[in-house]
């Protein structure tokens, strides 16, 4: 049976050096998650090599170590290829008939694993400084924590899923796709349109560029106060879309294209499904949207008295590019709740009763 590849690094005696600083960076749960991931595991060695200083801050040695892990899986090697890190900057590979390198470290080996692959290199690979572009946080940037909404009539309690850890308190991270993760609290995700089946978990913090990512899901808008790296008229300070708050991780439904290591929305839309599992439906409140500057219908299916399925629909306000709104949807027993996108939108976080 294949192992994550977290559980490599964890029995690999010559990449325990690696395993501990991974964990203490609090990286290892997302090696442990779907992927699928690269990851480029320098050897005991390679640290002993780079004479790693012991008082070597924190961020700078995440920043190391999230040069070495690539979004998605790379196989097989191609002379030449380039790929952006969850650092920011990009690796280039280089294979000809005498050698195999990233950068400028030898590939020695390659384990294959159940969610990506890893290549031991002899080498730690050094990120440039500064990065190319704002780089990507691995980790699930600064959010204000869901808050305990006071039971309703039925006397369930509300509970806010913003997408930043799962229903065991599993932080989730970027790149991310999502299904069962909220299965606990009666929440199924899926889609139709884009790349798969499943939504993706988009970092609103670290949105990229336009040609890497999409600056339109950034939050904050760079017009509030502080700034940010949202772009668009309709999130700035004082629109009604205003946005200006850490939205932290959004759903999308990603895009199909040459860089599906970055998250990025479809820009023909699709349909994130929210499949609300136990007996009777679920109450749902709302639920949070960003970058609405195309119609986006929500359509909600819920049981009746009766026993029955109907079904409403709600035409989303059009508040502009990188907007931010919260869509009431207040309804009992709801059974399917699907967010219907027109072109590229986000969904921030949903409150129902679990």
């Given at each position: 049976m294949l192992r994550t590849i977290a559980k490599i690094l964890a029995d690999e005696a010559n990449l325990s050096t690696l395993y501990s600083l991974v964990d203490g960076a609090g990286l290892l749960p997302a090696l442990d998650g779907n992927g699928p991931l690269t990851l480029f595991a320098p050897t005991n060695q390679a640290f002993v090599n780079l004479g790693l200083d012991p008082?070597?801050?924190a961020d700078v040695i995440e920043s190391v170590l999230l040069y070495h892990v690539v979004d998605q899986l790379i196989a097989p090697l191609k002379d030449?290829?380039?790929y952006i890190t969850f650092n920011g900057a990009t690796v280039e590979l280089t294979v000809t008939a005498t050698e195999i390198k990233v950068n400028v470290a030898n590939i020695e080996?390659?384990?294959l694993a159940s969610n990506g692959i890893v290549y031991v290199i002899d080498a730690v690979l050094i990120p440039p400084s500064p990065p190319t572009r704002a780089p990507p946080t691995f980790a699930v940037p600064t959010k204000a924590p869901p808050t305990p909404v006071p039971p309703t009539d039925g006397g369930c309690t509300?509970?806010?899923v913003d997408?930043?850890?799962d229903d065991n308190g599993k932080k989730l991270y970027r790149g991310e796709y999502v299904k069962n993760h909220w299965s606990d609290y009666g929440l199924?995700?899926?889609s139709t349109g884009g790349y798969g089946n499943l939504p993706r978990l988009f970092d609103t913090a670290n949105p990229g560029t336009i040609e890497a990512g999409d600056p339109d899901l950034g939050a904050p808008n760079q017009d509030c106060i502080g700034g940010g790296p949202g772009i668009g008229d309709g999130g700035k300070r004082g629109k009604p879309g205003e946005n200006c708050e850490p939205q932290g991780l959004a759903l999308i439904i990603q895009e199909v294209n040459d860089q599906m290591n970055i998250p990025d929305d479809n820009v023909d839309g699709g349909v994130i499904i929210m499949d609300f599992t136990k007996p009777g439906?679920?109450?749902?409140?709302?639920?949070g949207l960003l970058d609405v500057d195309d119609p986006v219908d929500i359509v909600v299916e819920y049981e009746t008295n009766s026993g029955s399925i109907s079904k409403r629909t709600t035409s989303v306000n059009i508040l502009g590019?990188?907007?931010y709104q919260v869509v009431e949807i207040d309804q009992d027993n709801v059974k399917w709740l699907k967010v219907k996108l027109t072109r590229s939108a986000a969904v921030t976080f949903i409150t129902f009763c679990k």
């Open positions: 008082n070597t801050p030449g290829e380039i080996d390659s384990i509300l509970t806010t997408f930043s850890k199924v995700l899926g439906g679920q109450y749902v409140k709302e639920l590019e990188n907007s």
